[in-house]
């Protein structure tokens, strides 16, 4: 480790993250009265996936009826693994502080009544706000500030410890609560804004004991323009796919998910020709500018000439598995860690598929409130403060673990070889037995490296952490997909084309050298069983 | 990848340091440097911050491509992306202003007609 000055502190709640989720969780634990520090390891207001573009949300009108038959329609397509009473709430919830991001000066548009249309977020403009709206709720904001490793004790989890990636000056911040809002983990595959998500939140839990579900809902990429990072399927369906010689594939509504079979035959390219007027593609323009801005830079008029595609890996970060939740407030199995956003286990509402396009940002908002709520309250009612607790920290692969080594971890070469057997679509997204089984068996060869020594520099600390997460990550999604020995919603096995009823059941990982699993009952196992068996979801 | 920090326009303000989600850049004596660009996840957030409209990222993430500081003001690229977004001077409506069709899913089903 670098032996620069440390800089110490003690509050209730610590956040770590700075997305959406870590936004409102530092937001709502401080308006609870709890004072609050929010470290990223970028800036809030740039970092995660949702700042560079936006976020499309998930919002229904209060009427019963229509509830409902979201609620219905999401729990046939996740496979019967969400809860109802959980979608319920984030519609509610999401409702009320959507009003908030109003009267905090979002610019919603209206329509014809003048009902203002909350349906959709612009990034850089929402997460600007965000952070107006933690620093004015008295919140401690470290920016560029990763947290490397978790403080504990025998009562739970205490703060963090990490390091300044612009001074070099280590940190650490003691409370009775902390919040894990670090994201997903995108194996820094360049999808907008994702190669922030590495998952170190996900290690740093485990290294307390914390549990993971659904990691083998990860198999999800996005098509992205082949040289550029803006993944917005959504508008492929204005597009024709064509090949090679220029002859059409397929169009609309069939693109996206034609893509990887397509891909695995030769180049594909898209043209968005289904928009055949000004006024349609202007709509589109103003929807998504982010999308359009690369390809105008390029050259590039995608309305009209054809772009090569590619696919961006998106992990857990628009899969669904993460931290194992306990409760309604977030909570996870430590005592005082809470978990929100896409380090959260989405399987309550998503159920087996993506929280993409609409759910993860309705519970971005949704679980950030009450993990911060949850934390503040929890933290609030300790008998003595952080401080004066006997916390140790808790680090250990690619840190702690190599101290005494006398070999150099290689950090590129290790991150090289994990997203080797992860990125690839041959392996992670046409997934069969054989596949999974000879990636993960190279997976576990790399794992002695996270016992070698990581380098003293401030990159060489941060990025050593990074890639022992990704490393783990990798590893547990891996053995979820063996564990899963049939297909539901984002988990797809050759050998197993169906879904099978007798699985209805979370997967529930827990370690990190030895990796163990259990299932997890869900409370609408039985709709499923009670229809036909064999029936396909 | 970020591609330019125009020496001309930038005022050493620091900001472009702080904002970088991926770190790629560290001040040099009393100016920013692009010190990591292997790090740069093309997310054009730096860009979006620049008070006075210095840098430039180009689309290409996995590759570096030339670019002329000449040729980008003139065809209006440099700060486009910030003017865009309606940060820039005199931008006028901001992007949320400006996108006033909300409904992506029900304007598809309903024009698209394919």
């Known amino acids: 480790m670098l032996q620069k000055q440390v800089k110490q502190l003690t509050v209730d709640v610590l956040v770590l993250g700075g997305g959406p989720a870590g936004a409102w969780a530092a937001w709502r634990a401080a308006s609870q009265g709890a004072s609050v520090v929010l470290a990223d390891k970028g800036y809030l207001g740039t970092s995660g996936a949702t700042s560079p573009g936006g976020t499309t949300l998930l919002v229904i009108p209060p009427i019963a009826e229509l509830r409902e038959q979201a609620v219905q329609a999401r729990l046939k397509a996740g496979g019967y693994l969400s809860e109802n009473a959980w979608i319920h709430r984030v519609l509610d919830q999401v409702e009320k502080n959507l009003e908030l991001v109003e009267q905090w000066g979002y610019p919603f548009p209206k329509d014809e009544e003048g009902q203002s249309l909350r349906t959709h977020l612009h990034g850089p403009e929402y997460m600007k706000l965000m952070r107006n709206v933690v620093r004015k709720a008295g919140v401690k904001i470290m920016d560029q500030s990763p947290a490397l490793e978790l403080l504990h004790d025998e009562h739970g989890v205490g703060g963090a410890r990490g390091i300044n990636r612009m001074t070099g000056e280590t940190w650490e911040v003691k409370a009775n609560a902390v919040v894990m809002a670090t994201g997903g983990c995108a194996f820094l595959s360049k999808g907008l804004g994702c190669n922030v998500l590495t998952g170190e939140g996900l290690l740093m839990s485990a290294e307390l004991g914390a549990d993971l579900s659904g990691m083998e809902f990860s198999r999800q990429y996005a098509p992205s323009f082949a040289e550029g990072t803006v993944t917005r399927g959504r508008m492929l369906f204005w597009s024709t796919l064509y090949g090679e010689d220029g002859e059409p594939l397929v169009k609309g509504d069939r693109t996206n998910r034609s893509i990887p079979e397509l891909l695995m035959k030769g180049p594909v390219y898209a043209a968005m020709d289904l928009a055949d007027t000004e006024e349609k593609r202007e709509f589109l323009r103003r929807a998504h500018p982010i999308f359009f801005m690369p390809l105008e830079r390029s050259g590039i008029d995608p309305f009209k000439e054809r772009f090569p595609l590619t696919l961006r890996y998106e992990g857990t970060m628009r899969g669904t598995g993460g931290l194992r939740l306990t409760g309604n407030d977030c909570a996870t199995t430590i005592a005082g860690l809470y978990a929100a956003g896409d380090a959260a286990s989405r399987e309550k509402v998503t159920g087996a598929i993506s929280g993409g396009g609409a759910y993860n940002a309705s519970w971005a908002i949704c679980s950030g409130h009450w993990a911060g709520e949850g934390a503040a309250h929890y933290a609030m009612s300790q008998p003595r403060r952080a401080d004066n607790r006997q916390l140790v920290a808790a680090g250990h692969y690619g840190m702690a673990a190599g101290v005494d080594s006398s070999t150099k971890l290689e950090v590129q070469p290790l991150i090289k070889a994990i997203q080797d057997l992860i990125l690839p679509l041959k392996i992670n997204y046409f997934r069969s037995e054989p596949g999974i089984s000879a990636a993960l068996k190279e997976l576990d060869t790399l794992v002695p490296h996270l016992k070698d020594q990581a380098p003293a520099t401030v990159q060489g600390i941060v990025k050593s952490r990074e890639a022992a997460a990704m490393l783990t990550v990798g590893r547990w999604m891996y053995t979820a997909a063996l564990a899963r020995t049939e297909s539901r919603g984002l988990q797809k096995m050759a050998e197993y084309p169906e879904l099978d009823p007798s699985q209805t059941h979370r997967l529930i990982l827990s370690g990190i050298d030895d990796i163990s699993i259990s299932t997890e009952s869900v409370p609408h196992a039985h709709e499923l069983n009670a229809l036909k068996e064999g029936h396909t979801v | ?114």
């Open chain 2, 1 to 114: 990848m970020i591609e330019l920090i125009s020496s001309d326009r930038c005022i050493n303000c620091n900001l472009c340091v702080k904002v970088c989600p991926t770190n790629v850049f560290d001040m040099e004596e009393d100016h920013p440097v692009i010190a990591r660009k292997e790090d740069c996840q093309t997310c054009f957030m730096c860009e979006a911050y620049c008070p006075v409209d210095a840098m430039y990222v180009a689309p290409q993430a996995d590759r570096t491509v030339e670019v002329n500081e000449e040729e980008l003001i003139s065809s209006g690229l440099l700060g486009s992306w910030r003017q865009e977004i309606g940060w820039g001077q005199g931008s006028g409506a901001s992007m949320a202003e400006r996108d006033t069709t909300p409904f992506f899913e029900v304007f598809t089903e309903q024009y698209r007609g394919n």
